[in-house]
Structures are given as C-alpha cells and as structure tokens.
T-cell receptor
Framework: QQPVQSPQAVILREGEDAVINCSSS?????VHWYRQKHGEAPVFLMI?????EQKGHEKISASFNEKKQQSSLYLTASQLSYSGTYFC???????????FGKGTRLSVIA | DGGITQSPKYLFRKEGQNVTLSCEQN?????MYWYRQDPGQGLRLIYY???????QKGDIAEGYSVSREKKESFPLTVTSAQKNPTAFYLC????????????FGAGTRLSVL
C-alpha cells in the first residue's frame, strides 16, 4: 500500500519553513526520508522508527506519530540547496522492501 | 569508497530487443532492489533479492527479468515483452537485519528508439 504524501509540490523563498507529510493506512515499523535532485539518485536523509521519536539533520527534522501512522518532515530556514523531490519510504517489518510515496517537489527560490 | 555502480548511464532500445542494465555494489549488502521511476509516480519496485540465487517479484515485474549469481551483482533485463520501457531505473541495496536503509545507484535512463 503506497503511502500518501502531501503536498504534491511547494514553492518557498529562502528562509521560509515547510512541512511535508506522509501517511500510511497500515501499521509501520519505520519511515525513511529521501531527497532526490533532478536526474540523480535519491539520497537518504533520516529514518524514524516506531515509538514516535523525532530526529534531526541540520535544519531538517522529522517526527513519526505511531498512532496515526503518519510522519512529517520539517524544513526550517530553507536554503536553495534544499530544492528537490522528497520521498518517504515505509517499512512494515524491518526486513522488506520500502514502499515509496509519489514524492513532494520542493522549490526554493531566492 | 563503497557504493553502488549502475551502468550504462543512458541506454537506447530498439523494438523487439532485450537490454540489460548493470548494478554492482561493494557495500557487502545482502539485499538488492530494482525500481522504476516515471514522472509523478514515485519509485515502483520491479524485483528484489535478499540472498544470492533467490529473488522475488515486486509490484511491476511483468516484462523484466533478473538474476543474482553473486552477492555484489544484480543485473536487470528489460525484455521485448515490456511495451513501455522508457523510464529512469534505479538500483538500491540494504543490509538485512539492520535498519533496512536503502542506498541508491546513480540510475540508468532507458529510452526507446
């Protein structure tokens, strides 16, 4: 079951904040976040394990609400380098292929 | 440096032709995956392998075949039965028993002549 990401696209000015959501209808073991620049490989950002933990990576952080099976990615004080498509990947057991959402295209402009 | 190498970067297929995409990893990962990416569709799983000499179909396996004869190699063949092969193909690998973080190669862009 493919997770649902929202919004599909967002445009920000440098320094603005954004939130990207990822929802699943199934119970999850973990949620993974990736960023992909056009024509390049997706790059791993962070993993959220069940338990509701929040993790951070520079000015990018994420949370996982186990009750709602929803993860959110927070980008604060956005930089031009944050532009790209963000994907969440969900894992139901810790030992199966990730199922990816359709992605959220983020554009940061000066 | 450890990583995943995909080749070629660009590939063109003629009608009725089979083509093979290469994926090699030196991360000593047990599991390897092939994804297809179309605009607006995200990444869709074609095949995956968790151990040598074994592999499973993903969501869109029709028209594709794979082999896993060596731990470090997982080639994908796009057969003539795949009528719409134009896409960006990504190979990934992960270590089983850990957090299942997948690392991706740089991709192969396949087009039909």
């Amino acid at each position: 079951q493919q997770p649902v990401q929202s919004p599909q696209a967002v445009i920000l000015r440098e320094g603005e904040d954004a939130v990207i959501n990822c929802s699943s209808s199934k119970a999850l073991y973990s949620v993974h976040w990736y960023r992909q620049k056009h024509g390049e490989a997706p790059v791993f950002l962070m993993i959220l394990l069940k338990g509701g933990e929040q993790k951070g990576h520079e000015k990018i952080s994420a949370s996982f609400n186990e009750k709602k099976q929803q993860s959110s990615l927070y980008l604060t004080a956005s930089q031009l380098s944050y532009s790209g498509t963000y994907f969440c990947g969900t894992d139901r057991s810790g030992n199966t292929p990730l199922v990816f959402g359709k992605g959220t295209r983020l554009s940061v402009i000066a | 440096d450890g990583g995943i190498t995909q080749s070629p970067k660009y590939l063109f297929r003629k009608e009725g032709q089979n083509v093979t995409l290469s994926c090699e990893q030196n991360l000593n990962h047990d599991a390897m995956y092939w994804y297809r990416q179309d605009p607006g569709q995200g990444l869709r799983l074609i095949y995956y392998s968790q151990i040598v000499n074994d592999f499973q179909k993903g969501d869109i396996a029709e028209g594709y075949s794979v082999s896993r004869e060596k731990k470090e190699s997982f080639p994908l063949t796009v057969t003539s039965a795949q009528k719409n092969p134009t896409a960006f193909y990504l190979c990934a690998s992960s270590q089983q028993g850990g957090k299942n973080i997948q690392y991706f190669g740089a991709g192969t862009r396949l087009s039909v002549l």
